[in-house]
């Protein structure tokens, strides 16, 4: 194999192991402090419709239940809540495969992930400035600890530009 195919090979297996994220636990992630990390590692954008990746990880000792949807708040750049209506499943934004599928419950052992999505439009039909999300923060369920969702590679930051939509649909948990 030529130094080039080694390279090649080298950075698809780091990008599969980013992706997949390496079982902590709380202790040893600060993300972690209610036992769970949520993240998102990449956002798919095509002719103004956008579809961001979640995913829940448990790094706790206790295994998780879920059976709904994530619960969302965002957040402008300075931290203030913007008015957005988040919809179980796609909300008539669109139309995916599976994003539209009931709740099924779920159990997740110590040290693995569950999913779940983001869709919105990026559409602006106003004079009002476009609501862009800087800050999300996440719950498994209604009444669990709310948590940031973090960015990881490739992209660096969260940037859910809603435009004047003033909607986003969400993606039960699944696996």
């Known amino acids: 194999m030529r130094h080039g195919g080694k390279v090649l ?13 390496p ?14 990390r ?10 103004g419709l956008r579809v961001m990746s979640v995913e829940v990880a ?38 995916l495969d599976g994003f539209d599928d009931p709740p099924q419950p779920i159990t997740v052992r110590p040290g693995e992930t569950a999913g779940s999505a983001f869709v919105w439009r990026n559409t602006n039909t106003s004079l009002e400035p476009p609501q862009i999300a800087k800050h999300v923060e996440l719950a498994t369920a209604p009444g669990a600890v709310r948590q940031p969702l973090i ?10 530009d809603l435009g004047s939509t003033g909607r986003m649909g969400v993606r039960a948990w699944y696996r």
């Open 58 to 95: 448990n790094c706790g000792t206790e295994a998780l239940q879920l059976n709904g949807y994530p619960q969302v708040d965002l957040f402008d750049g300075d931290g203030r809540p913007l008015d957005v209506a988040i919809l179980e499943g796609t909300g008539g934004i669109t139309i």
């Open 38 to 47: 949520f993240t998102s590692n990449y956002t798919e954008a095509a002719s």
């Open 151 to 160: 960015a990881v590679a490739p992209q660096l930051s969260i940037h859910i």
């Open 9 to 21: 090979a080298a950075t698809a297996v780091l990008a599969a192991l980013v992706a997949s994220g």
């Open 23 to 36: 079982a902590v636990q709380a202790s040893e992630d600060p993300g972690c402090a209610a036992g769970v």
